[in-house]
């Protein structure tokens, strides 16, 4: 079964930085891929970026010089680096994978950016 779990959440002030982490079990992103994403209080969830199964990475515009997506050395592992936050950066973030078997989400780690 897969199944998907981020950490690395937590608070920081403007301007400070912080890497999240999603780890698999079940799959392995260089088959799948996995994409990040998050969702404000009170808005839809949002796409972050996107890293393919052959290592490609795309970026959602007004994110990507901020934001990082990298492989750990483990297959099952993605990082999020995300520096010069803003408070408009709180949000859940979450990452997700689509396998042959159906779309999966991590439950979230949350991100508190005070200003």
């Known amino acids: 079964q897969v199944r998907l779990a981020e950490s690395g959440g937590g608070s920081v002030q403007t301007g400070g930085s912080l890497r999240l982490s999603c780890t698999a079990s079940?799959?392995?992103?260089?088959?799948?891929?996995m994409s990040w994403h998050r969702q404000a209080p009170g808005k839809q969830r949002e796409w972050i970026a996107t890293?393919?199964?052959?290592?490609?990475?795309n970026y959602e515009d007004s994110l990507k010089d901020r934001f990082v997506v990298s492989r750990g050395a483990a297959e099952n592992v993605v990082y999020l680096q995300m520096s010069s936050l803003k408070p408009e950066d709180t949000a859940v973030y979450y990452c997700?994978?689509?396998?042959?078997?159906?779309?999966?989400w991590g439950q979230g780690t949350q991100v508190i950016v005070s200003s």
């Open positions: 997700k994978t689509v396998t042959s078997s159906g779309v999966y």
């Open positions: 079940g799959t392995r992103f260089v088959n799948n891929g």
């Open positions: 890293l393919t199964n052959l290592g490609s990475i």
